[in-house]
């Protein structure tokens, strides 16, 4: 599994923890102090829930990139938004970034990074990990449109959208406003020490953080393995949609305990769907569903997304 993938999954289930302790609800009008504690340790996971968001989609776009198969993969064959983004975007992510650093180390810090760039027409296998995203304090909505359109993904907030509800996190009306309102409580839990961030809200949250983030992944990694395969030209002239990513899935069974499901996507027969999930075999044990589905991932070239007990997401991986 993707080292960030790994680390943003546990961050999230440290985050739902956290969101089922007692100190964070409201208690009694009367009770001023509890009332008081609550809203500050609301306010500090408002903050968080954003720094999770955040971090996943700035390192895991950064792992991205040093992911490319160089014997395959040419600088010429990126596009020329992804070409400007590793060189001249990397260039000011770096000067931007390094104002964090201490001035004793500065210097140096820059030259380290900045060979990646001097170096990318030669070598795609270690891209500067400042490409995207770095240039100012925190992400907003269109550094999402930034990175699809420099890896040739079709339809911006609208494929997250779609990858999402295929992933079973479905529900959300508007990916991008539920990044927006991510952003803004923690823009609002940060600078202002009067706000008062409901309880409901950090919950609806934590679908709103998976579905952005693992959505986002799939899409991402569907455009490298499409480089990888040799396949970068084809999508300067024919972006990825979400319609060309396949997925097959592993779930508990329901009416089984300790039984799991194989799934694959086919086409529905009813007219508001497109694809639905078909049950294709039934193992004893996770571990032989998941060997089975791997196997079958790298075969048809699919992605495969494990799911919980609640139909939800739990890890995903490409082939």
Known sequence: MSKCREVF?????????????????????????????????????????FAITEAFIRERTAEILCSFNKSRVKFNDFSDKLQLAVTVDALKGVLFRSKFEDKSSRTNWI????????????????????SFGYSKPNLDEENFKTVFVAFQIDGGWASILEIAKRVGLGGVLDYRQSFIDLSTRRH???????????????????????????????????????????????????????QQIKLRFIAPDPKRAGRYLEMKESESSQPKQSLVRRTVRIHDSRAEAEKAAISKCKRYKAQLVVLDSTGAPESWSPY
């Not at 900045?114 to 170096?119: M, S, V, Y």
Request: aromatic share 2%; proline share 4%.
């Open 9 to 49: 999954l546990s961050r999230l289930s440290v985050l739902r923890n956290c969101l089922g302790e007692v100190n964070l609800a409201d208690g009694s009008p009367s009770d001023t102090q509890k009332n008081e504690i609550a809203v500050m340790l609301r306010s500090g996971l408002a903050v968080l829930s």
């Open 111 to 130: 030259l380290s990074n900045l060979l990646p760039i001097a170096q990318a027409e030669n070598d795609v296998s270690t891209l500067s990990a400042y």
């Open 188 to 242: 609002q839990a940060a600078h202002d020490a009067t706000t008062r961030i409901p309880l409901t809200d950090l919950n609806d949250s934590v679908k709103a953080i998976l579905g952005i983030c693992s959505a986002f992944d799939i899409l991402l990694s569907h455009s490298l393995a499409m480089h990888n395969l040799g396949q970068s030209k084809a999508i300067v002239s024919f972006p990825i949609r979400p």
